[in-house]
Every structure is written in structure tokens, then in C-alpha cells.
């Protein structure tokens, strides 16, 4: 969060004449608020540290882990009236909605590219989308608002925040504290989108931020939702600036933690995801490990959704990041969702009955014990180090085996069983 304006502006000039867009304007928006209100920081940082630790007080506070947030949206597309293709269809709005949930739940299709190495953290957040069906009287709504206004001739400025204010040429929100407002327009500089964390803190009375009227998800047109005719840009055209953006205004930070280099000790107060020096600018490079972690190294996260990453490569949250965002839904947003029980556990339901390894820590032979589904005879054993390295690969038909790992290194390593209907992954340790 330390950044001087200086450097932001530099940063923000950078990122429009290399890559024609700029992913995310949250962080300096945020700036902007910090002009006028001293306090700001600190009561983000505030908020922000009390779900971190709502979140790790598992067995009293947490949730049950079968409990689905349903979050309820509104979609405010403003549009200038000499530019219809800004007044996008719903049929872009429904598929910017199912791609949050597929998204939040783990069931994009390309979750299957998820690094084997971050597997083990990869989360279905329980966290789902909807449009809202009754509007703040009560009354039938679509969850969606159409109105024609002006930002001007370069559109809305993320930094007045003017597209969410009739007097400005907006769109008023409903009540910030019952729904996910997400306001559509076009936007200044090729900004594709921004979000304020939650600052209210949950002990405080409803409101009582000075921004409580502002708070919500600002996206460019052109990155909403999926196959639209007109993307900005081939590298965010996947629909996840929304993703990305609900994931701010939920409570977490860019990856790389808004502080470049690597003398920090965690950029985005988020256990488990590796130490990143800086964003990737709508780049796929899996070999990228910009910065040793402790006491395991790991790759950067690029498939991270709070990174830069091109929407292409983009396709996890992790159990750190859903813990938080799930803290968030219980404290500051609280009112915005309502909750389900799941019955069926789709988190474990692709577990093995029995998976098991020892001794652990190994050091020459380790036992794998699996227990295979009735119908099934056969699975594959595969061992990985932390960056991903498949080290190992052969097929077992059950129940009991011994694999050598009298070759392998001192380290951390993963053990992945994979059969026609189960996958599961045990971390183990060699250590002689
Ligand atoms: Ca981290
Ligand atoms: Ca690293
Ligand atoms: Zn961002």
C-alpha cells in the first residue's frame, strides 16, 4: 500500500503505452479517496486485519465449510445516448455471471491448468452470483438498470467515481449494504475496471464510512462477460476484470501486494500464495519465480485471478484468499448475500475413501496406500516437486505400494492419485 503518487503515474503511463490497457485502476482509486480522507488506509488495513484473523480463528468463527454464499448483483449499464454498442445485451451480463461462478465455485473448464504444485491450495470458494430478483422496494426486478448518461467524451473517470451518480451523469447504487452494485460504462484510459475494499469495520454502525455510497464494482464495457463481439483487448476478452474486481472488493489485495521487488514479508497478507515482486501485465509465463519464498520456493501464481495475468492463464483463488473473502461476507459485507447448505460436498467428492502415505517424512521407501472406487481397478501414482516437476508417473492397481524416493532431495514434494472418477493429493517430505 506504500506508493508514491510520483510512482504510481509513472506506473499507470507504463502500463497504457505497453499494453493499450490498464487491468485494474482499484489501487490508485483508492489513492484518490486517501487524498481527502486521512484515515482511509488504516481503516482499510483495519478491516482487512480483522477478517485475517476471523478467518483464522477457524473452529469459533469460521463458517462451516458447507455453507454457499449467494451474492445478490445489479448491473447499472450506463451508456452514452450516440453509442449504443455501450448499451451491451443481457444475454453479455448473464454470461459475465456465469463465468463468476464458475469461477468462484472451481468449475471453470480450465481449472485443469491449475499447476500441480498449487493444486493443494486451489479453492472453490463457495461463493455464487446471481441477479438480484427484487429491487430495494420489493418489487420484481430483472437485477438489471438502464440509463443513458455521460462521463464525457473519454468516458467515466474511475478517479471521481462519477458513474455512480446521477448528478454526475450516472447511475445512483441501491443499497450498498444489500447488494453487489456493478456499474457498466465506457472508462477514461482504457481502465478496465476498479473496486474499494470493505473499510467499514463490522463493530461499527452500518454507513458509518464515508464511502458507503461508492462502494460496488466499476467495469470498461468491453471486458464484460464472455465471446463479447467487441472485446478491448484479446487478453482480457475471458470476463474476468469482474473476477478480479469482486475479489477486491470482497477483501483482497493484488497479489504482489502493490509493493514492487521482494524485500517484503508477505505483499498481500495471504499465507498461501507465493511472494510475486510485481504484477504480470496480461502475460502467461509459467517459468517466472521472481522471488525466493520460505521455506519452500514456489513458481509465482500467475493463474492467480489477483494477478495481471491474460485472462487466458488466469483460473484459481486459494484457500487463503476464500477464507478471507468468506470473513468479509460474515463482518463488513454482511447483508449482501443470503446462505445455503450444501448437502453434497463437491470439495471432497473427488477424494479416494482411503489415500494415505508413510513414513512421513520418508526417507527411502514410501508406503501408498489407496483405496480405489468398486468399479475402478486401476490409477496413476504421481510425484511432483514444488515447481511443478513431475518426477515420478506409473500406473497401481490398488491397495498397497512402494514407491523409491531414496533419489529425491531433501524437500517437499506431492503425491497425486489420479482414476477414472477420483483425484486427490497428499503433500509429503523426504528428509534423511
Ligand atoms: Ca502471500
Ligand atoms: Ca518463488
Ligand atoms: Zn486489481
Redesign the pocket.
Known sequence: MKKSILFLTALVIFKISIAQVQRCASTEAMQEIAKTDAHYFNRVNHVFEQAQQYAAQKSANRDADDTVYHIRCVFHVVYASNKPEENIPDSVIFSQIQILNEDYRRMNADAVKTRSVFLPVAADTKIQFELATEDPDGNPTTGITRKTGSGGVLGFNPFQDNVKSTTSGGQNPWPTDRYLNIWVCNMFLGVLGYAYPPSNAPNWPANSSVDSARQGVVLHYQCVGRNFSNPIDATVAGGRSATHEIGHYLGLRHIWGDTTGCNKV???G??D???HADAHQQTCDTADNSCVDAPFDFPDMIENYMDYSDDRCLNMFTEGQKNLMRAMLQTSRRGIAYTTIETAIPSTASHFSMFSVSPNPATDLLRVEVQLPIAETTCNLEIYDVSGRQLFSDKFSGSTTFIPVSNLCNGTYFLGAKSASKYQIIKFVVNR
Do not use: L, V
Request: no cysteine; glycine share 12%.
Open positions: 508477505d505483499g498481500d495471504i499465507a500464495t507465493p511472494k
